[in-house]
C-alpha cells in the first residue's frame, strides 16, 4: 500500500497533536453542557474515534451516513442520506465531526438535515477543509488543517473504499487513478 503513497501531506504526529488541542478547544467550549458529537460515516471514523476521546467531557455520540461520491475522486452532487441518527437530538447541542470539507455539498446537506431536528445549538467541525473547491457557501467552526486542491487519502479518507487504514494523511500516485 505504501508504494502507491506519493507524498505523505500530515503525518501521524501533527494529526494527533493537532486533534488534542482542538479537543481541549471543545471541552471549554463547551464546559458544561452535555454536547452530542455526530459523525458523518465512513470518512469520519478515525477522527471521530480520536477526536471524542481528546476532548475530556460528558457527551454522547451518534453517526449518520450520507453519499455523495461514487467511484473516483469528483462528486456526484447528488447526496443520500443512508442511515440517519438513533438519538433524539431535539434541544441538544450538536457538534458535527466530518473527514472533509470540499465543495461543502455533503455538509449542507448533513446540517440541514440536523437543524430540522431543533437542536439548541449545532457547530461544525472538519478535520480537513479544502476552501479551493467550495460551491456552496458554508464554513467550519473548527477547522483541524486547511490543505490544497489535492485528492487525499488516509486516516479514515478512502480512493474506492481503499487506503482508510493509513494513520497519516497522503496524496496518491497519479499513475493509481490511471488504473
Ligand atoms: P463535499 O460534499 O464535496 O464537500 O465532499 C465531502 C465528502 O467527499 C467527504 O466527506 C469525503 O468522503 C469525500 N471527499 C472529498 N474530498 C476528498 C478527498 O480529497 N479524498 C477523499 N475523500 C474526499
Redesign the pocket.
Known amino acids: 500500500m505504501m508504494q502507491e503513497i506519493e507524498k505523505v501531506l500530515i503525518s501521524e504526529e501533527a494529526l494527533q497533536k493537532r486533534i488534542q488541542e482542538l479537543g481541549m478547544e471543545l471541552a471549554r467550549d463547551y464546559e458544561g453542557k452535555t454536547p452530542v458529537f455526530v459523525g458523518?460515516l465512513k470518512?469520519v471514523i478515525l477522527f471521530f474515534g480520536d477526536m471524542i476521546r481528546a476532548t475530556p467531557i460528558r457527551s454522547q455520540i451518534d453517526l449518520m451516513a450520507v453519499s455523495?461520491?461514487g467511484a473516483g475522486?469528483e462528486?456526484s452532487g447528488k447526496i443520500v442520506l443512508k442511515k440517519d441518527v438513533s438519538l433524539n437530538l431535539e434541544g441538544r447541542h450538536v457538534i458535527v465531526l466530518?473527514?472533509?470539507?470540499?465543495?461543502?455539498?455533503?455538509?449542507k446537506f448533513t446540517v440541514e438535515h440536523l437543524k430540522a431536528m431543533h437542536p439548541a445549538s449545532l457547530k461544525i467541525c472538519t478535520l480537513l477543509d479544502?476552501p479551493a473547491?467550495r460551491t456552496v457557501d458554508i464554513s467550519a467552526d473548527y477547522v483541524g488543517f486547511t490543505i490544497p486542491n489535492?485528492?487525499?487519502?488516509g486516516y479514515g479518507?478512502?480512493?474506492n473504499d481503499y487506503y482508510r487504514n493509513l494513520p497519516f494523511i497522503g496524496v496518491l500516485k497519479p499513475e493509481v487513478y490511471e488504473k
Open positions: 458523518v470518512g455523495s461520491y475522486t462528486s466530518e473527514d472533509i470539507i470540499d465543495t461543502g455539498l455533503t455538509l479544502k473547491r489535492e485528492f487525499v487519502v479518507l478512502d480512493y
